[in-house]
């Protein structure tokens, strides 16, 4: 069962920064890509960024790119997401799960989510 925690979100000032972590289970973690994903109120739940297996390849939806960078250590088991010059527009629930692509239905396991909340 592969189970996803994430971590680090927080209330921050518009132009601030957060880093958000994503602590995966299992010893499969290096063999799958992660994703980034989020859901504002009333909105549907929208891609963020994404990363390769072995983090050699990054993507990136266009209203992040430039601020935000998605790493990953295999060791820890863990995916990261660092958000930079942070917009009201980013206060979301931020999910992190497995799979590849850029849409929810190719993602097999979702974490819980932590709320970003960016204030004007």
Same mark, same amino acid.
Request: hydrophobic fraction near 35%; aromatic fraction near 14%.
């Given at each position: ?54 983090? $050699? ?15 990953? $250590? ?47």
């Amino acid at each position: 069962q592969v189970q996803l925690v994430e971590s680090g979100g927080g209330l921050v000032q518009a132009g601030g920064s957060l880093r958000l972590s994503c602590a995966a289970s299992g010893r499969t973690f290096s063999n799958y890509a992660m994703g980034w994903f989020r859901q504002a109120p009333g909105k549907e739940r929208e891609f963020v960024a994404r990363i390769t297996w072995n983090g $050699d390849m990054t993507f990136y939806a266009d209203s992040v790119k430039g601020r935000f960078t998605i790493s990953r $250590d295999n060791a820890k088991n863990t995916v990261y997401l660092q958000m930079s010059s942070l917009k009201p527009e980013d206060t979301a629930v931020y999910y992190c799960a497995r799979g590849t692509g850029r849409y929810i239905n190719d993602y097999a396991y979702w974490g819980q989510g932590t709320q970003v909340t960016v204030s004007a």
